[in-house]
T-cell receptor, first 109, second 110 residues
């Protein structure tokens, strides 16, 4: 299985943009890049996913490097409710989601 | 509103008991998953199922089995519960894009 590498923790100020990095140097051509987050005392929730092109939705943006060996989840304006563990996952179509340890994001007022 | 429902939020069982954790989804998803989550170890995949009666081992299947007799229901079975199976158990379902998670079952084995 292709693996991802994320920083253990990051900190951001409220109302500022946050860039969460993910390295996946062994990504295969059919792996999609998925991001999930887990708020305290809750199950994980889907954030965004992409294959090659950058993606935007109401929660976040996903920037994918041209060689696809890294990606960045962008929260445009962090709020206190965005404090969570963020997981970057590679998923081939139809296969399981394998979570790593993720990045714990702290948002300070 | 889409929903993945786990039968219990909290469960206390004795060592050696057979334990069933039930998960039901109402989204007609083919894929269903069982994870356990422990402090410092993140979410680890125990088993997943991509169709009725089909299953695949995840990263930590030892001590667990699963059953999927109907599309909407995926059961995790601890054949003989042990204290090292004390954990938070999370069920999820998906097509191939977005996965939806239940609220989790905190199992304590004493």
């Amino acid at each position: 299985d292709a693996k991802t590498t994320q920083p253990n923790s990051m900190e951001s100020n409220e109302e500022e943009p946050v860039h969460l990095p993910c390295n996946h140097s062994t990504i295969s051509g059919t792996d999609y890049i998925h991001w999930y987050r887990q708020l305290p005392s809750q199950g994980p929730e889907y954030v965004i996913h992409g294959l090659t092109s950058n993606v935007n939705n109401r929660m976040a943006s996903l920037a994918i490097a041209e060689d696809r060996k890294s990606s960045t989840l962008i929260l445009h304006r962090a709020t206190l409710r965005d404090a969570a563990v963020y997981y970057c996952i590679l998923r081939d179509m139809g296969y399981a989601l394998n979570f790593g340890k993720g990045t714990s994001l702290l948002v300070t007022p | 509103d889409v929903k993945v429902t786990q039968s219990s939020r909290y469960l206390v069982k004795r060592t050696g008991e057979k334990v069933f954790l039930e998960c039901v989804q109402d989204m007609d998803h083919e894929n269903m998953f069982w994870y356990r989550q422990d402090p410092g170890l993140g979410l680890r995949l125990i088993y997943f199922s991509y169709d009725v009666k089909m299953k695949e081992k995840g990263d930590i299947p030892e001590g667990y089995s699963v059953s999927r007799e109907k599309k909407e229901r995926f059961s995790l079975i601890l054949e003989s519960a042990s204290t090292n199976q004390t954990s938070m158990y999370l069920c999820a379902s998906s097509l191939w894009e977005e996965a939806f998670f239940g609220q989790g079952t905190r199992l304590t084995v004493v």
